[in-house]
């Protein structure tokens, strides 16, 4: 697929993050800069066999030269990230779409509550690396079945906003996971809540 609206893009690095999740740098293939995008933003990967999934942009938005993605491998996949994981490889050229934000960021907010859980740490990492530079007020909580499938675990740690975040497992103590009760219970004017994750996370 190729148009005036679709970017090439050459897969520069293939990694494997944590258990079942992958990432994939995608650089311009001219060397030319990359549409800009923020914090929240995602493209269209259309991929081999004529399908197309959305993926959330996760580096750091100041970067013109690459996009970087994470996909999960889903085991009840329509094909969409066994096609990623399976069939992608590095220097392969991709279509995808310009970015587009349909999950920005409120900058006036006075607090922000960040909840990501898996894959949907991707879009969230993004809005705490954006919030941690403009020096705003947020916290971040991000839940996991198990720590081997936490992705960016060691980006979150060497970060600056890393006291911020709080990890949570579900496979781990009582009392380190998530009450998403307590949590909520007294909502505050000014704070606003992003929230990322499976469905079940979401309906919770």
Same mark, same amino acid.
């Given at each position: 697929?190729?148009?005036?609206?679709?970017?090439?893009?050459?897969?520069?690095? !293939? @990694?494997?993050?944590? *258990?079942?999740?992958?990432?994939?740098?995608?650089?311009?293939?001219?060397?030319?800069?990359?549409?800009? $995008?923020?914090?929240?933003?995602?493209?269209?990967?259309?991929?081999?066999?004529?399908?197309?999934?959305?993926?959330?942009?996760?580096?750091?938005?100041?970067? *013109?030269?690459? +996009?970087? %993605?994470?996909?999960?491998?889903?085991? @009840?996949?329509?094909?969409?990230?066994?096609? =990623?994981? @399976?069939?992608?490889?590095?220097?392969?050229?991709?279509? %995808?779409? #310009?970015?587009?934000?349909?999950?920005?960021?409120?900058?006036?907010?006075?607090?922000?509550?960040?909840?990501?859980?898996? %894959? /949907?740490?991707?879009?969230?990492?993004? =809005?705490?690396?954006?919030? &941690? =530079?403009? /020096?705003?007020? $947020?916290?971040?909580?991000?839940?996991?079945?198990?720590?081997?499938?936490? &992705? $960016?675990?060691?980006? %979150?740690?060497?970060?600056? +906003? #890393?006291?911020?975040?709080?990890?949570?497992?579900?496979? /781990?103590?009582?009392?380190? !996971?998530?009450?998403?009760? #307590?949590?909520?219970?007294?909502?505050?004017?000014?704070?606003?809540?992003?929230?990322?994750?499976? !469905? /079940? $996370?979401?309906?919770?």
């Amino acid at each position: 697929m190729s148009s005036a609206s679709t970017l090439s893009v050459r897969v520069a690095r !293939k @990694a494997e993050e944590a *258990t079942d999740i992958c990432t994939f740098e995608l650089l311009v293939l001219d060397g030319a800069t990359l549409p800009s $995008f923020s914090a929240g933003s995602h493209v269209d990967v259309y991929l081999p066999g004529g399908l197309t999934r959305q993926y959330s942009l996760c580096n750091d938005p100041s970067e *013109t030269h690459r +996009y970087l %993605i994470a996909v999960l491998l889903d085991p @009840a996949s329509r094909g969409g990230s066994q096609a =990623m994981h @399976a069939q992608v490889q590095v220097g392969q050229v991709l279509q %995808i779409s #310009a970015p587009r934000n349909h999950f920005g960021l409120a900058h006036d907010a006075r607090r922000s509550l960040l909840l990501a859980g898996g %894959i /949907g740490v991707t879009p969230i990492l993004c =809005m705490a690396e954006r919030l &941690a =530079m403009t /020096g705003a007020d $947020f916290s971040m909580h991000y839940c996991t079945r198990s720590r081997d499938r936490a &992705a $960016f675990l060691q980006r %979150i740690a060497a970060s600056s +906003y #890393a006291h911020r975040v709080q990890l949570h497992f579900d496979d /781990g103590a009582a009392d380190q !996971k998530l009450d998403l009760a #307590a949590l909520l219970a007294d909502p505050q004017a000014g704070v606003h809540l992003y929230v990322c994750g499976p !469905k /079940g $996370f979401m309906d919770a």
